[in-house]
Structure formats: C-alpha cells, structure tokens
C-alpha cells in the first residue's frame, strides 16, 4: 500500500519562508511523478509544482514559480517543497500526489486527476 508522509506545516509571516517534505513508501513500482498541490477554502485543488521522476522535469504554477523551489531526493522517494517570499494567498492545505506508472507527456503532469495517491494534506497559513 502507498503511503506519502507529509511534514507538518505551519504558520508564517507574510515575507517568510517554509519547507514542506513529502516521503512516499509501499509497493511503489515505478513513480512516474510527484507533485504539490494546494487547496483554499471554497476553492478547487490546484498544482503547486512538480517533477517527472525519469528525467527530473520540473514544473510550477507561474503563481509560484521564482518563490517556490521543488528539489528531490531519490534514494528516498522524497520530494521537497522550499517555499520563500510567503503571501497571504498561499495560505491553504497543501497535498503531496504521486502518479505511478510510465512515463507520460507534460500535459498528464497538471492534470489533479491523474495523480492517484495522496498525502493527508497539511495546513500553510500566512499571516499579513
């Protein structure tokens, strides 16, 4: 069984900075790519970042992108989410999600849909 363990969250100032790590374990035979997603209030679930896994192709919501830094490590199947230059509209539950399976085209990678595991979510505020 899949899992991905996500670190915990956490208030911050406007400014400021947070990382998040999200480990996936079980009977993972091949990951095809693991991602960020967030979700506010009254609003759905959208792509933070991401990377495809065979070839490091990384990818960010231009919301996000020169703020946001996904890095990898992966010997343990882990992905991290440095986050700098927090804004009151990053506040929202933040989701790791793990496509497994073959290599696919970029488009399927900013598909929600396509993603079919996931971590518990965790809570990123930021505070004006």
């Known amino acids: 069984q899949v899992q991905l363990v996500e670190s915990e969250g956490g208030l911050v100032q406007a400014g400021g900075s947070l990382r998040l790590s999200c480990a996936a374990s079980?009977?993972?035979?091949?990951?095809?790519?693991m991602a960020w997603f967030r979700q506010a209030p009254g609003k759905e679930r959208e792509l933070v970042a991401g990377?495809?896994?065979?070839?490091?192709?990384?990818f960010y919501s231009p919301s996000v992108k020169g703020r946001f830094t996904l890095l990898r490590e992966t010997a343990k199947n882990t992905i991290y989410l440095q986050m700098n230059s927090l804004k009151p509209e990053d506040t929202a539950v933040y989701y790791c999600?793990?496509?497994?399976?073959?290599?696919?085209?970029?488009?399927?990678?900013?598909?929600?849909?396509?993603?079919?595991?996931w971590g518990q979510g965790t809570q990123v505020t930021v505070s004006s």
């Open positions: 999600g793990l496509r497994a399976g073959r290599r696919s085209i970029v488009s399927v990678l900013y598909d929600v849909d396509s993603y079919g595991y």
């Open positions: 079980g009977g993972i035979d091949s990951i095809d790519a």
């Open positions: 990377i495809r896994w065979s070839d490091r192709y990384t």
